[in-house]
Every structure is written in structure tokens, then in C-alpha cells.
């Protein structure tokens, strides 16, 4: 697995997405809209 979505209780209050890149470790927080654009142009 490449890249997990966190949705916790801080992302729900946020209204955003974590995405964690499992390879590099880094983390993302991001709104549901750049979630999904990051998939379509990756």
C-alpha cells in the first residue's frame, strides 16, 4: 500500500483528509477536493 486516508476525529472537525504516504512517511492534511484531484493527476 502506497498511501493511506486518515479521516479521525480532527479531520471530521476540520472538514479534511490526512493522506499518509507509507513509503516516505509523510503526512498531508488536505480538503476532500485536493484529495480526489491528487488521484486524478497521479
Known amino acids: ?3 493511506v486516508a486518515i479521516i479521525g ?3 471530521i ?3 479534511k483528509i490526512t493522506l ?3 513509503e516516505s512517511g509523510e ?3 488536505m ?3 485536493s484529495f480526489i484531484d ?3 493527476h497521479n
Open 20 to 22: 499518509k504516504n507509507m
Open 13 to 15: 472537525k476540520l472538514g
Open 27 to 29: 503526512q498531508i492534511l
Open 9 to 11: 476525529e480532527e479531520e
Open 31 to 33: 480538503s476532500h477536493s
Open 38 to 40: 491528487y488521484f486524478k
Open 1 to 3: 500500500v502506497k498511501f
